[in-house]
């Protein structure tokens, strides 16, 4: 069984400054979006339009800090989120001009034919690599994007080998991720975020407090990072998830490469155990 802990830190090693690298897709693109708030989302089904409005999030905790949220209600049901880590960071263009893709179209084409809701932390950068198809997932009602920093720096020490953001930029990160949303005119921007490597601390929650942002973890690892058995993956998920679960997976041709193929498992699997697909929005609200 692949640890998080053992694929974060193979990660920081074969690609340098991220953990994993991102996911895309295109298809039904809707109308691009004017400038405004990033707290904007399309409440719907697997594909109805629904009207905007704006996602729940949790009130702020003690001492000024951010809150942060790791699974939803199990008293709600049968719900679980798949989330999708999409990672760049500003030193892989090079390696993306060189024919190295950070993106996944064939895992968003089959979660849209599948009809499975998710949730999509984005890196700024990734959104400015992949515009088209930062567009097309942030105007399809099945998917939110939500925020998982400018560039994948850690906002602590210690965090899998990843390059450290200080506390005093960490706010600004936020908002350049966010602004990189807007201008490849995604709408469905929900204003949650992932630390990357899922590394924070006291100093890091008080610095992101301004920017009235929901951090978002997990209760389910897929240890689908550099990954070679699918099936692996997949029981690992299908072990793992209970009632409210959050699971984290990623998207990438050439980090985690088998994740498509776990998934294709785990949707028929865990809807034959009465479960139903949201997204991180639908499971905050129970």
């Not at 708030?37 to 339009?49: D, K, L, T, Y």
């Not at 890196?123 to 567009?135: K, L, M, N, S």
């Not at 506390?167 to 990160?173: G, I, L, Y």
Request: aromatic share 8%; with cysteine.
């Amino acid at each position: 069984m692949i640890t998080f802990a053992r694929t974060l830190a193979l990660a920081a090693v074969v690609l340098g400054t991220t953990a994993l690298a991102g996911c895309g897709g295109t298809g039904r693109p809707g109308p691009h979006a004017v400038s405004g708030s990033p707290a904007v989302h399309h409440s719907a089904g697997a594909h109805g339009s629904g009207a905007a409005r704006r996602p729940p999030t949790l009130a702020p905790t003690r001492g000024g800090l951010t809150p942060v949220f790791k699974r939803g209600d199990p008293a709600a049901g049968r719900t679980v989120a798949l989330t999708f880590d999409a990672d760049m960071t500003a030193s892989q263009g090079k390696r993306a001009a060189g024919g190295e893709r950070f993106d996944n179209p064939s895992l968003i084409a089959l979660l849209r034919r599948l009809e499975v809701p998710s949730t999509v932390f984005m890196t700024g950068r990734w959104a400015e690599e992949y515009p088209t198809q930062a567009h097309a997932i942030g105007n399809d009602p099945l998917f939110e994007i939500a925020n998982h920093s400018y560039s994948h720096y850690a906002f602590t020490d210690d965090c899998y080998g990843l390059p450290r953001i200080g506390a005093e930029r960490m706010a600004s990160d936020v908002r350049r991720a966010f602004a990189a949303f807007r201008k490849a005119g995604a709408t469905n921007v929900v204003p949650y975020f992932r630390f990357p490597g899922g590394c924070y601390d006291k100093t890091a929650l008080r610095a992101l407090a301004p920017e009235k942002v929901t951090a978002v973890q997990w209760d389910v690892v897929s240890g689908d990072a550099f990954a070679t058995d699918p099936d692996a993956v997949a029981q690992q998920v299908l072990d793992g998830v209970k009632p409210g679960s959050l699971v984290v997976m990623h998207c990438t041709r050439s980090a985690a490469p088998v994740t498509a193929e776990a998934v294709e498992r785990i949707v028929p699997e865990l809807r034959e155990r009465g479960y139903r697909f949201v997204k991180v929005s639908e499971l905050m609200r129970h």
